[in-house]
């Protein structure tokens, strides 16, 4: 079993950046693929981010290419999402989920495990 914490959401104004924290307790952390995945107001759910169990691979989704970072810290069993030049169509609510094995997925139906959430607020 896994248990997962977000924290570092907040309000911002575009252009800035935010840095989301996804701390988990249980032992198959680091044996286990994590995603982020967001979702708007009156949006679906949707893939942000994902990476492999150890960290040496990552997958973005094309809105964010370029403009967030994935890694992790297996020793802190916790997984960091550094949001650069934000945008208002970035305001979401953002979650993080975890899957054990090294497939890390696009799709939110294929993780066990999920947090909360964080509200990220993007003003223009």
């Known amino acids: 079993q896994l248990q997962l914490v977000e924290s570092g959401g907040g309000l911002v104004q575009a252009g800035d950046s935010l840095r989301l924290s996804c701390t988990a307790s249980g032992r198959s952390f680091s044996n286990s693929a994590v995603g982020w995945f967001r979702q708007g107001p009156r949006q679906e759910r949707e893939f942000v981010a994902s990476?492999?169990?150890?960290?040496?691979?990552?997958d973005y989704a094309d809105s964010v290419q370029g403009r967030f970072a994935i890694s992790r810290d297996n020793a802190k069993n916790t997984v960091y999402l550094q949001m650069n030049s934000l945008k208002p169509e970035d305001t979401a609510v953002y979650s993080c989920?975890?899957?054990?094995?090294?497939?890390?997925?696009?799709?939110?139906?294929?993780?066990?495990?999920w947090g909360q959430g964080t509200q990220v607020t993007v003003s223009s």
């Open positions: 990476i492999s169990r150890r960290g040496g691979s990552t």
């Open positions: 989920a975890a899957r054990p094995g090294s497939h890390y997925s696009r799709t939110y139906r294929e993780y066990n495990y």
